[in-house]
């Protein structure tokens, strides 16, 4: 039985789109083996539990890659990371998946092909990449290739998921954008990026708040999540280091100093009076990435 531990990621981290990401400590945990005959799909709702589920689709890309045939498989999911929700859950699956098959399959993969096949599944690298590293992870597809680097962010710094009680699947946060944008807003968000990963790099903390901003997405997809502006506004009111969209959304993921005892009640406070449901969740870095 192969047993793999993967952390959630926050992708983009506001103006990084679809090249930065941060793993945080939930996880999910599948649980693989071959068996002699058919598809065993166990702990998810039954619209998941068949051919079409992420783990078992990624997992048969990475035998025909192999070129491994495989007999039957099993599969058993604990999932803490919410579905569809900007928290890396498919992404998760798919990498779970591939490490599994590489795993059954005799270890063919090295590393870097395992994240080239898991960023393919997924359609960009800036979930994958950190889930697997661990920590906060640059990454960029040049060619046909994925190439990252890992980011050590000094201590001080803890995040806070606002998670709602409805979904957004990435296919539809990204029909909202648009297919070109001006000159300005590109100039604007390499500023942004470049400050972001050397701020979180020297541990300038009051910096993060200017380098959250973004031209590229988050203007856009703001209008599929209710209350998106006025949520926004109140994390910055309330004293947080940075808050941006995580991933696709429409989860909002907001950064605070590591002492901070305040944000967490007030905003749970605030969260309570609007329409949908939002849990608050406080999260710290995972550096240490998936867990064969
Ligand atoms: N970079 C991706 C996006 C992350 O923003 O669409 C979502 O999976």
Known sequence: MISVKIPATTANVGPGFDCLGIALDIYNNFFVEEIEDGLVIEGCDDEYCNEDNLIYKSMKKCFQ??????????????????????????????????????????NKLSKDEILKISSEIEGHPDNVAPALLGGMVTSIKEGDDIYCSKINIPKGLKFCALIPDFKLSTEKSRAVLPSEIPYKDG??????????????????????????????????????????????????????????????????????????????????????????????????????????
């Open 65 to 106: 890659r192999i070129g491994y045939k495989h007999k039957g498989i099993r599969i058993k999911i604990e999932n803490d990371i919410p579905i569809s929700r900007g928290l890396g859950s498919s992404a998760s699956c798919v990498l779970g998946g591939v490490i599994a098959a590489n795993k059954i399959a005799g």
């Open 187 to 292: 100039v604007f968000n390499v500023g942004r990026v470049s400050l972001m990963v050397s701020a979180l790099i020297n541990g300038q903390f009051d910096l993060i708040k200017l380098a959250c901003k973004d031209s590229l997405h988050q203007k856009y997809r703001g209008s599929l999540i209710k209350d998106y502006d006025n949520i926004i506004k109140k994390c910055k009111d309330l004293d947080s280091i940075g808050v941006f969209l995580s991933g696709a959304g429409p989860t909002i993921m907001v950064m605070l100093k590591e002492n901070d005892i305040n944000f967490y009640n007030k905003i749970q406070k605030y969260t309570s009076t609007l329409d949908n449901k939002w849990s608050i969740k406080e999260l710290n870095i995972d550096n240490k990435g998936i867990d064969v």
